[in-house]
């Protein structure tokens, strides 16, 4: 007995004024009385019970197995740091190597962009990699500083420093603040396993996002790279441009410095790849030469600004980075005031968005290269927890960067592990080779930047696949980048998401569902139709045979052929007066309206009443349906008197996985509304293809699912059409039936195979055992008749719902026949 008709319920409703119902009991016995077989012959029938709220609260609560599971989950590491081996470690080594090379000059370079000394990247560098390998699920991933985050970081020190309450924050307290802040947001997402937020930004929105930040951070390194100053490389970037080309004139040495490096920067991986195309013996050596240029071009410059300047510490010729202090000289307990955390709020968004959207879709990127998945939700608890325990030892925030990923998994790495390789090289670099910082030059450090960032921007080529796959996307992708270029990085972030979120809600609220027309089809193997079986050939295509129309199958197409269909189809109704009709984009309240009224509209146009209006005074008349013109002739209009009466609506709920109240209610009226538009006939509404059981249940909940009755009391006997499959596995009578015909087949003669295939293809099809010798005829049908066992796919409580569109439109149409032989002859017809 289901809960709501326990006593203690029964009475708490009474007192509340609940009409207690039990939907599933509505009309069985008279929908099941006779009509089918499997009704009066089976004590075991299925009937469909809807889910309840006890089965749903039952789901959400976590088992003690699903508890110990999910703990398990946040440290990855557990499931293959037992399996560690020296050939994992051989890898390991080889890519930590090469990434802590990179990671150093990028680090620096880097913290320069977030407003920060050379020393906070390197930090931050050693935090990320020796801290992601404990709580990661990708092994190619490089956290730690990048281009783009660090240009957020950068905006944000220097409003909180330009702010007179807080200009005496230092410029790391106020990025450590920022870290620990937008990593405990990032953190507190991960451990709730919110993974899915990151697919709320289209690939369009993070396209526009990269390649407008791109083009901004290089724009903002043109100062640095020529050895201009007198202006701010902090303003938008065609401001940054144009106060670049007007300076032009108060070039320095910078520029030979800068410009040389870029141009060798882009040379050395030109010559390489090419190298590695005509060579592929030597392509990881080469591999490994490409990588390394960044390393050897700082070196190179390093050595050049040190033979130059070492005699000119206090003066040198061109920017250099200056003193590197030695060590973690900046691990402490990190500083939060309110008076800094309020000018963090309208960055805060940016910089979580910065910080998952990248990692996240490099992470994903790389694990389906490599084949192996990652865990969005555990990669934010990875990103937390390195943003929360880097300013600890004076990180700033950081993620992963693509460039470095690409790197690390091209140079073989096995396991996470490889980022304490790297950590390993990036303490050393700390505390060994600072002295050698000091002669880095600005402008070659600014090249390496915008080498770097070159990446980011989105290729021509893609942009055109975009225009390909949906052109309204590629004006987002320019807006994105034209507003990060005229405005402010964050602010093309926004336009992107905001504009893809209001053509999704557009999409969602404007869906219009289509009608479907029927039409018969074979399936043609070259010339020959086929049967579900390919290799049971019937004959060709385009000659008449009994087998092979019997093996046509009917479809359903949209009556516009929106689809692509051709359209030299000839799609046509089912039935006169039955209308099938398929939901687009889900049927929730956003678009219950639209899609309603435009089945209502449609099948208005293309039906007529099945009694006219009739109205004892003038003035009863709706103001809204006036009528026909005084002037006109009172004859009914010829079309409109050959269209017919509606009688069946037949929804597809293939694309619907959920329904609220709205669209339920919605629903209903539209059902009214149409009952009495077909008075006092009543319109059969058949549901087809559902695919929740809590959608079934609000659809029971409104009375769908069981025929209408009329107001008059008269009704037809229902036809109810179920589905039933047969089971019984090895046991069951098709299965019997294959292994015979198997045993028959293997003790044919070779020569007279051939034939004999094509009159078993024939004969098979039509279920026709004339053919066959007696005795094998009574062997199948002992077979058939001990054997065949089936069970009902759906309830039979719900006669109204259907498997599918085919079941659907057999039941429609028997019971509209059903109706009319009631009709003709006032009795209920036999079934």
């Known amino acids: 007995m289901p809960p709501s008709t326990t006593k203690a319920g029964q009475g708490l409703a009474k007192i509340l004024g609940i009409e207690l119902h039990d939907p599933s009991q509505d009309d069985t016995d008279a929908v ?101 390998w404990i709580f990661g699920t990708s092994k190619d991933i490089s956290i730690g500083p990048v281009a783009v985050l660090s240009t957020v970081v950068g905006s944000v020190v220097e409003e909180v420093v330009s702010s007179p309450d807080t200009k005496d924050i230092p410029p790391h307290v106020i990025a450590s603040a920022l870290s620990i802040i937008a990593g405990c947001i990032v953190l507190a997402i991960g451990l709730l396993r919110c993974g899915w937020i990151v697919d709320l930004i289209s690939i369009t929105s993070l396209s526009a996002f990269m390649t407008g930040s791109a083009i901004t951070i290089a724009s903002s390194q043109l100062p640095s790279l020529l050895g201009l100053t007198g202006f701010s490389n902090r303003d938008p970037a065609f401001k940054v441009v144009i106060n670049t080309l007007k300076h032009l004139p108060d070039t320095k040495l910078d520029a030979a410095m800068g410009l040389t490096a870029l141009f060798f920067l882009y040379l050395i991986r030109y010559i390489l790849t090419s190298a590695a195309e005509r060579y592929p013996t030597h392509k990881r050596i080469l591999f490994f030469m490409n990588t390394m240029r960044t390393v050897f071009v700082i070196l190179l410059y390093t050595m050049i600004s040190w033979l130059v300047n070492m005699h000119r510490k206090e003066h040198p010729l061109f920017h250099v980075l200056g003193a590197v202090p030695k060590g973690l000289r900046n691990a402490a307990v990190p500083e939060l005031s309110s008076d800094m955390l309020s000018h963090f709020g309208s960055h805060l968004p940016a910089t979580v968005i910065v910080m998952l959207v990248e990692h996240i879709a490099i992470s994903k990127s790389f694990g389906r290269v490599n084949n192996y998945a990652i865990d969005p939700s555990q990669e934010m608890v990875a990103i937390g927890m390195t943003n929360i ?51 880095i030059p600005s402008a070659t450090l600014a090249a390496v930047i915008i080498h770097a960032v070159g990446d980011l921007i989105t290729p021509p080529n893609t942009v055109y696949q975009f225009w390909c ?11 994105g980048v034209f507003v990060s270029i005229f405005a402010q990085i964050e602010d093309g972030l926004y ?28 399936s043609v ?54 209308f099938i009709y398929r939901f687009s984009e889900g049927f929730n309240y956003p678009n219950a309206n639209f899609s309603l009224d435009y089945l209502t509209n449609f099948i208005l146009s293309q039906t007529k009443r ?38 069946a609506i037949i929804l597809d709920f293939s694309s619907v996985n959920n329904v609220d109240i709205t669209s339920v209610q919605r629903l209903i009226d539209v059902r009214n509304q149409l009952d009495i538009y077909a008075s006092p006939e009543v319109v059969d ?147």
């Open 32 to 132: 099941t009385r006779g009509e089918s077989i499997l009704s009066i012959q089976s004590s075991d029938s299925f009937v469909e019970g809807p889910p309840t709220a006890s089965e749903w609260l039952h789901d959400q609560i976590p088992t003690p197995q699903e508890v110990g599971a999910y703990a398990k989950s946040l440290f990855p590491f557990l499931a293959w740091i037992g399996h560690y081996n020296l050939q994992w470690f051989a890898g390991d080594l080889v890519a930590g190597i090469t990434i802590g090379a990179v990671v150093v000059p990028q680090g620096m370079a880097y913290a320069l962009l977030a407003r920060l000394e050379p020393q906070f990247g390197l930090y931050s560098s050693f935090v990320g990699v020796i801290s992601y």
């Open 389 to 439: 325990l880097g300013p600890f030892l004076g990180g700033y925030p950081s993620t992963g960067s693509f460039s470095r990923t690409a790197i690390q998994s091209k140079a073989g790495v096995r396991t996470p592990a490889a980022g304490i390789i790297t950590g390993i090289i990036v303490l050393l670099a700390t505390y060994l080779l600072t002295a050698v910082f000091f002669y």
């Open 469 to 479: 796959v949906s052109p309204i996307e590629v004006f987002v992708f320019f807006v």
């Open 495 to 522: 336009a992107t998401v905001g504009i893809s979120a209001a053509i999704l809600l557009y999409r969602i609220l404007k869906a219009q569902g289509r009608f479907l027309g029927q039409v018969r089809v074979h």
């Open 525 to 578: 193997l070259g010339d020959h139709v086929i049967g579900e079986d390919p290799k049971k050939v019937f004959g060709e295509y385009g000659t008449f045979d009994e087998f092979a129309e019997n093996s046509a199958r009917n479809i359903f197409l949209p009556l516009d052929h929106g689809d692509g269909s051709n359209p030299q189809v000839e799609l046509e109704s089912p039935y006169p007066g039955v």
């Open 610 to 647: 099945s009694n006219p209006e009739i109205f004892e005074r003038e003035g009863d008349r709706p103001w809204s349906n006036p009528g026909p013109r005084k002037s006109a002739k009172s004859r009914e209009d010829p079309e409109i008197h050959r269209r017919p009466t509606l009688k």
């Open 685 to 831: 509404w058949h549901v087809a293809c559902i695919n929740n059981r809590w959608t079934k249940r609000a659809l029971m909940a409104a009375g769908f699912g069981v025929p209408t009755k009329r107001d008059d009391g008269l009704h037809h006997r229902w036809r109810s059409i179920f589905n039933v499959a047969e089971i019984g596995g090895k046991d069951s009578a098709a299965a019997v039936a294959e292994d015979k015909a198997n045993e028959r087949e293997l003790q044919m003669s070779q020569s007279c195979r051939s034939k004999l295939d094509e009159e078993m293809g024939q004969i098979s099809d039509s279920e026709d055992h004339s053919a066959k010798p007696d005795d094998e005829k009574a062997e199948d049908a002992g077979v058939s008749k001990q054997r065949r066992r089936g069970a009902v796919v759906h309830g039979l409580n719900r006669p109204l719902f259907h498997v599918d569109l085919t079941s659907a439109v057999q039941s429609a149409i028997a019971n509209v026949e059903a109706k009319e032989e009631f009709r003709a002859s006032g009795t209920d017809p036999p079934t």
